[in-house]
């Protein structure tokens, strides 16, 4: 059930999404996170209209945000927050002359009010 919704600034060369968004959504799998299948949901945006600092040109960041149902603690979220760095970490394309920012940021759905519906071709 997990999202993951990616943003990366458009002076990041060489980033090559999709493999990442795979290795990203291996790790939660992998460490017993969430359950192989359809489960995990990933996407990411490019973003061309930001400003960091001052409007510093070489600097970049990219930036995860994880949203799962509410129910773990805050030990296993920053477990799963160090799982998702240290994959970002492994896939970010080392840049010159620019410094990136890598965040991820674990945020909670109300299981009470989360509503999913799944319509199947079958």
Known sequence: MPHIHLEYSDN???L??????????KAL?????????LDIKSRAT?????????NE????????????????SVELRQEISACLLNVLTD??????KVTV???????EMQREIY???IISSH
């Open 12 to 14: 990041i060369e060489n």
């Open 16 to 25: 090559e999404v999709k493999p990442l968004l795979l290795s990203l959504n």
């Open 29 to 37: 799998i992998n460490g017993g996170y969430a359950q192989a299948g």
């Open 46 to 54: 490019c973003q061309k209209d930001y400003v960091i600092g001052d």
């Open 57 to 72: 040109p070489n600097q970049a960041y990219i930036h995860l945000k994880l949203s799962l149902l509410t129910g773990r």
């Open 91 to 96: 896939n970010a394309p080392k840049q010159e």
């Open 101 to 107: 920012q890598l965040c991820v940021e674990v945020l």
């Open 115 to 117: 509503a999913k519906k």
